[in-house]
Structure formats: C-alpha cells, structure tokens
C-alpha cells in the first residue's frame, strides 16, 4: 500500500513568517511530486511541482525533494493571510495513479 | 480556457436512491479522473479514462459504483444505490499526457440521509 503522510495541522504561524510544510512517502519508485493547495469548500489547484533532488523556487514558494530521505517539503516565505488553507502532497511513479496525504492545514495569523 | 466543468455542485438523497455526477474535462484533456474526498482526507482515486477506455478502476466499488464515458469527453459516475457511508465530495480532474499535471473541477458534494 504506497502511502504518503503529512501532519494534519494545524500549522499555525504569524504573518510574514515562513511556514514549512513536510511529507514523507512509501514508494521509493516514486518520481513525481507535487503539492496542491485546496482553500474550505474548494477543490484542489497545482501550487508547485518537482521531480529531481534539489530545491525549487517559485514566487514565495519553495519545494524540496530528497529522494534517498523520502521526504518533501514545501516552504511558504512571507506568509499571508491568505495562504491558510490546507495544503496536500502527492505523489506517482508515473504509471501510478496519483497518491494523496490527508493534507496539512496551515493557519497564517494575521 | 474553460476549466474542468461538474454538475450539479450539490445533492442530497435519502440512502438507497440512485445519484449521478456528471464531468467535462478541459478541452484536449483525454485522461479524467474521478476521485472522493472524505472530510479531513486526500481525494482517493476511483476510476481513471484513458479516452474512452477505463485503464484503472480497481478502487471502484463494482457491487453500487458505475462510470462512463463514451465518447472520450464528458463522464458521468453512478452509485446506486447509495448508502450513508458515501457522503463525501466528489472531484473530476483532467489531463494531457505526458504533462501530469490535474485539474480538478469544483466537485460535487454528496449528503446521504
């Protein structure tokens, strides 16, 4: 059973902080990486994906793989108000469906 | 571009009536997915269309669930009958290989009574 975990939260910090975000997963053949934001009542959006070791920047998001730890991680800088919402990862070997955590809700307090 | 389109956006039924979600995927999306949201959880993947064609249904629930879609475009899920424990939301999601990207739509929000 391939499964991925995340802390459900919630993760509370100030505004203007930067949130950290992680996820682990089961499946060493795993190759893509993704994390979604989904807001109260909304339906999941693509906030960043990354398929090699390493760091990924966009805007004030960052995602982070390490492959040999299992572990990703996505880092919200100058955290707003507007970033609270629960953010899930998920991840696929490419020939998998697409496997969920149960997200982890973040709090950014203004 | 018009994103991935799901009808109706609510529904309630008494447990043991039929119910039935409808799904357009975005323009040129030939994959779709369908997949359920339990409240507190990751959606879970239920079937997914290569076209027209079903490449992976093994978390179907076979004895209540159906799906189609027939002309590799619009899809509609089926559960009847339906019982408590399938309230839940209901998300469409499409994509264009290779790119593995999905889009999900709104999603349907089921209550059983």
């Known amino acids: 059973q391939k499964e991925v975990e995340q802390n459900s939260g919630p993760l509370s910090v100030p505004e203007g902080a930067i949130a950290s975000l992680n996820c682990t997963y089961s499946d060493r053949v795993s190759q893509s990486f993704f994390w979604y934001r989904q807001y109260s009542g909304k339906s999941p959006e693509l906030i960043m994906s990354i398929y090699s070791n390493g760091d990924k920047e966009d805007g004030r998001f960052t995602a982070q793989l390490n492959k040999a730890s299992q572990y990703v991680s996505l880092l919200i800088r100058d955290s707003q108000p507007s970033d609270s919402a629960t953010y899930l990862c998920a991840v696929t070997s490419g020939n998998t469906p697409l496997v969920f955590g149960k997200g982890t809700r973040l709090s950014v307090i203004a | 571009e018009a994103g991935v389109v799901q009808s109706p956006r609510y529904k309630i039924i008494e447990k043991k009536q039929p119910v039935a979600f409808w799904c357009n995927p975005i323009?040129?999306?030939?994959?779709l997915y369908w997949y359920r949201q339990n409240l507190g959880q990751g959606p879970e993947l239920l079937i997914r269309?290569?076209?027209?064609?079903?490449?992976?249904d093994s978390q179907l629930p076979k004895d209540r669930f159906s799906a189609e879609r027939l002309k590799g475009v619009d899809s509609t899920l089926k559960i009847q009958p339906a019982e408590l424990g399938d309230s839940a939301v209901y998300l469409c999601?499409?994509?264009?290989?290779?790119?593995?990207?999905?889009?999900f739509g709104p999603g349907t929000r089921l209550l059983v009574l």
């Open positions: 323009s040129g999306h030939n994959t």
């Open positions: 999601a499409s994509t264009r290989p290779p790119a593995e990207t999905q889009y």
């Open positions: 269309y290569e076209n027209e064609e079903a490449v992976d």
